[in-house]
């Protein structure tokens, strides 16, 4: 295979480009090798032009988010990152009444849902305390127990990966369900999110009740939220109790004590260590209940 000249690729681009960048300073699990390349586009434009090049030049390229759901390997990622962090702005509108908030995939989750709730703005309550940004919220639908993203998109604006053509698509074309979206082979770059006047205590008071919900998660210690989906009916976090798995260990890496659903990084973690607990708890799972545990986070 012929060398990709990287300096070349990027030549132009705006924005963050790094060559052989530890990934592991890019994910909450503070765990994955050297990216070829790794690019934050300041712009549109920037954007466009790397992924053009990129499959100009058949390079392989993963769009990510905040990394809060993702695992990536020691061994790192040939090809290029695109981390959309840099497209970032959100717009609060009222068109004469309707409330929506116009935001690039890039924003990070958390600021957007104070902000609502100072605004006294209906909306985002059910997604206070959820880590990364709105482009990885809207590819796997995040939510807790109150709702999920999927409930106040209109729209979603999505490039396609060879970046020659953007679209607008509905929620009803993005095919929502349970931390599910078609979105895997597009990059989504900005939505429409429907927003309702409320009164600010009360929204205040939803938004606090949904932070509660992160009570009894591990927090302050690197990890990726929830590593399964809940299977219909049951939940991941209890069949892994169940199981007796909570608390064990495998290199830097352990199931949390706290929660079954999560794995975290002791220090020293590799992504071996995680898959290797991964597949411990699929295969101690599935002998137990016939359950197959589905992940939730993504792994590249
Ligand atoms: N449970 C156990 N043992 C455990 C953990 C949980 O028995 O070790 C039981 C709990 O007692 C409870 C049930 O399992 O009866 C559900 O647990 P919890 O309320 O903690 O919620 P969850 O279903 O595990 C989901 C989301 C979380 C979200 C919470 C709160 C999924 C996969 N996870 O967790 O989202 O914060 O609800 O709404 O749907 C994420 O997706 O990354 C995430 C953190």
Redesign the pocket.
Known sequence: MTEIDYATLSEGIEGVVLMDEPMSRHTMYKIGGPADLFVVPADRRSLTAILQRCTEGNIPVYIVGGGA?LLVHDEGVRGVVVNLGGLKRAEWRDDAGRLSLHVEAGAVLAPLVAEAERRGWSGLESLA?IPGSVGGALVMN?G???GSIADVVREIEVMTLDGRETKTISREEAGYGY?RSVLCDVAVIAAVLDMKQGIPEEVKAATNVVRG??K??PVGVPCA??V???PPGD????L??AAGL?GQRLGGAMISEQ???FIVNTGNATAWDVLGLISRIQQKVLENTGIELEL?IKII
């Open positions: 759901n305390g995040a807790t127990k109150a931390r919900y992160r009894g998660q939220g929830s399964f989906k809940n939940f991941a976090g209890r892994v109790e909570k929660h079954g659903n939730e």
